[in-house]
């Protein structure tokens, strides 16, 4: 009993100190859950161009997407799309590089263009940084405040949630497994008054979900904690150790003769190539006279894991170097499936439905915790109140009677 008298006032008075912060992070993620699916949708005018036999080169792509950005160099590449209905895009991000308190401050430039690859024409620019999916990803990640001083409240109330789970499963732990017991661990007693009820969804809703939002949360460490993303990798491999992120060093050799073909035409087929079942292939330009064309491929549109990369020579477009994610190690694999294990994306539709639902639980469990702490300290300081006004009215009483004794004496 003292030790449950223990976990019960840490799980209290944890659950009063992250409990906002919470209910917000919870609120978040169930809306940018189907951040994807509702953004295609309210975009699917600019994203959907008629094809034609004949596409813009690379290079004349490039430029105009350039231009459409107002920047020099797309430093995240030219996303080109298996869908020959889907218009090519590409995105300019910016930091601030001076120190600011909140989100919008951080960003000096967020853009994405999206331009008809068989006409040029630039379909829209749209400003990222006020899109509602992008301000909800904000605040989801550190509470609209720049990432120094918002990320670790929001990793420390993360860690705060994920020990209330445990503390709250203890508490949870039926006394007895007898049928009562059971009863009131596993249904909620919806007969019951308003009290109980609240206190059912707190404790049941909670134990169901807790296996799924222990996943949501510790997968949300996983860019804070490097513990994390070795814990992930040791889960996959069987080894501690994370290994080396860099790429071998290629470089591109200038030719003796100049090279007939456009290097990234040629680049483009080979990609292409190299993975014809791809959603989509990003194309970086070098910065210098030694680097090589960058591409990105994302095997599936719906997730982001499965990720493959290329280098290319800058003057001939030969392929250097293949990083397919298929040659990926299985500790590798599963770091790489975090964020979308993280927002359900893994399992499809049914994975997202799912992540939804956690959320909301989890959402719920500071309000009806905080319900519960209330109406007992509100229902305290009224029993509290009734005993102090019964001791005067007794005490009161008793001095009555001692005056009335001593007159009748």
């Known amino acids: 009993m003292m030790f449950k008298q223990a976990i019960l006032f840490l799980h209290r008075w944890l659950g009063l100190i992250s409990g906002l912060v919470v209910l917000i992070l919870s609120i978040t993620g169930a809306i940018f859950v189907f951040e994807k699916e509702i953004s295609h949708w309210l975009r699917s005018d600019l994203m959907h161009v008629e094809s034609h036999d004949q596409r813009l080169s690379m290079e004349t792509m490039y430029e105009i997407t350039s231009d459409a950005l107002e920047v020099d160099q797309l430093y995240y590449g030219l996303t080109t799309y298996q869908n020959e209905d889907q218009a090519w895009s590409a995105f300019s991000f910016v930091r601030n590089p001076e120190p600011s308190l909140t989100y919008f401050g951080a960003i000096s430039e967020y853009k994405t263009a999206y331009v008809n690859q068989y006409t040029g024409e630039t379909l829209s620019v749209i400003d990222e940084e006020k899109d509602f999916f992008q301000i909800v990803k904000g605040i989801h990640w550190s509470l609209l405040l ?147 064309i960058n591409a990105i491929v ?80 509100r229902r305290s300081k009224n029993s509290s109140e009734k005993k102090s006004k019964l001791k005067v009215y007794s005490k009161n009483r008793s001095e009555k009677e001692e005056r009335e004794l001593e007159f009748a004496g």
């Not at 497994?177 to 661990?185: D, T």
């Not at 399992?347 to 702490?373: D, N, Q, R, Y």
Request: glycine share 8%; with cysteine.
């Open 298 to 377: 994302r095997g599936d549109g719906k997730t982001y894991y499965e990720k493959s990369e290329m280098k290319f020579d800058q003057y001939s477009g030969e392929v250097l170097y293949v990083d397919a994610y298929e040659h990926k190690n299985a500790g590798e694999k599963l770091m790489a499936m975090n964020y979308d294990i993280h927002v359900g994306a893994i399992w499809g539709i049914s994975g997202k439905i799912l992540a939804f639902l956690i959320c909301l639980i989890s959402g719920s469990l500071p309000i009806t915790g905080f319900i519960i702490w209330f109406d007992k300290k």
């Open 146 to 292: 720049s990432t120094p001083i918002g990320q670790p409240i929001v990793v420390w109330s993360t860690v705060i949630f994920i020990i209330l789970l445990i503390s709250g499963l203890i508490l949870w732990w039926p006394k007895k497994w007898s049928k009562a017991g059971r009863n009131k661990s596993f249904k909620v007693k919806w007969s019951a008054k308003w009290r109980r009820v609240n206190y059912d969804l707190h404790n049941v809703l909670g134990f169901y979900a807790l296996i799924l939002a222990l996943i949501v949360g510790v997968t949300g460490l996983y860019w804070a904690f490097p513990v994390a993303q070795k814990a992930l990798y040791f889960i996959g491999s069987g080894e501690f150790k994370l290994p080396e992120t860099s790429a071998p060093q290629v470089a591109s050799t200038p030719p003796v003769l100049p090279e007939k073909e456009s290097p990234l035409e040629i680049a483009y087929q080979n990609a292409w190539q190299e993975f014809p079942d791809a959603y989509s292939i990003a194309f970086i330009t070098p910065t210098d006279s030694a680097g090589t």
